[in-house]
């Protein structure tokens, strides 16, 4: 693709922003994912117990709160500490429960907004959206599982390798970036799922990569820069007092859901100047019939 090609879809995907109400799909999106958080959280505590590393699930934890906004874990912590004092079999059976039940909502939801980035009618049946819905929600937290699990447990397997294959300390330290790289790698991976699999459209795996590296790459940016003005500018502790952790932590999620929905108008509009070719002027007729995937 050539560098007109590329630019025409930047611009083509900032008009289509506003056109596809990105801005309302992202807030819809949040929502779902608040109520996902405590549910997944449980399945989560759940599945590193069957981990033989101890403390593992703390080590999340730890890892959460470097990514969420400051405010947001203290809400975090008390239900999760009353989970793992409780019943596991009986918090395991609710938690699995309610997750499948808030993630075949929001990826159902996700599902309309990518066909809506695509230009493109769902012909889809019900109940295959809502399995595919299920489907992606249960991959998605498979593969960013791993990537939590290999930021957590990168630094010790580098170490133990290491000395169980005589490499030098020259690995070890090229070994800490390179961890991370992967983990990154098995996140974007997930995000090219999402794109691949949800819109009703027929496309290459390979061509959802640009929006799946502009997500992540706006995921970590997000994370760092809403943390750095929640920690030294918010005011929202004394506009919200209580609530200001659950104002943070909606306020994470709706723009890391943005994040999600323009990287998706990215790869949507990089497929049609691909198909077509640049045009002068605003995309009006994306021609989706040559998108539409046959139901």
């Known amino acids: 693709m050539t560098r007109a090609h590329f630019k025409q879809a930047i611009n083509s995907s900032y008009d289509d922003i506003v056109r596809h109400h990105v801005f309302q799909a992202a807030a819809a999106l949040s929502y779902y994912f608040i109520l996902a958080v405590f549910p ?12 033989p590393v101890p403390h593992l699930f703390g080590h999340v934890i730890r890892l959460m709160t470097r990514l969420l906004p400051q405010n947001s874990m203290s809400m975090v912590r008390p239900v999760i500490r009353s989970v793992l004092q409780a019943n596991h079999g009986a918090w395991l ?20 907004a990518l066909d809506m980035a695509y230009d493109v009618v769902d012909e889809r049946p019900f109940w295959k959206t809502r399995l595919i819905a299920i489907g992606l929600g249960l991959m998605t937290g498979l593969l960013l599982t791993i990537a939590l699990i ?28 390179v961890h991370w790289l992967v983990a990154v790698a098995f996140t974007i991976m997930s995000v090219e799922a999402i794109y691949f699999l949800a819109p009703n459209v027929k496309q290459r795996f390979r061509a959802t990569l640009p929006g799946a590296i502009l997500a992540v790459g706006s995921w970590l940016a997000l994370s760092w820069g809403l ?28 723009w890391n859901a943005f994040a999600l929905l323009v990287g998706a108008e990215l790869n949507a509009e990089l497929a049609k100047q691909s198909k077509k070719g640049p045009i002068p002027g605003k995309q009006n007729d994306p021609e989706p019939e040559q998108l539409k995937r046959a139901a």
């Open 227 to 254: 943390g750095y003005y929640f920690r030294h500018f918010g005011t929202y502790n004394r506009i919200y007092g209580t609530l200001s952790g659950f104002i943070a932590l909606m306020t994470w999620f709706y």
């Open 93 to 112: 059976s609710a938690g699995a429960l309610g997750l499948i039940w808030v993630l075949s909502a929001a990826f159902d939801a996700l599902i309309e």
């Open 150 to 177: 290999i930021m957590i447990l990168g630094p010790r397997f580098g170490e133990w390798l290491a000395s169980r294959i005589d490499l030098s300390n020259v690995f070890v330290v090229l070994w800490m970036p």
């Open 40 to 51: 997944g959280l449980i399945v989560l505590s759940a599945v590193m117990g069957l981990v």
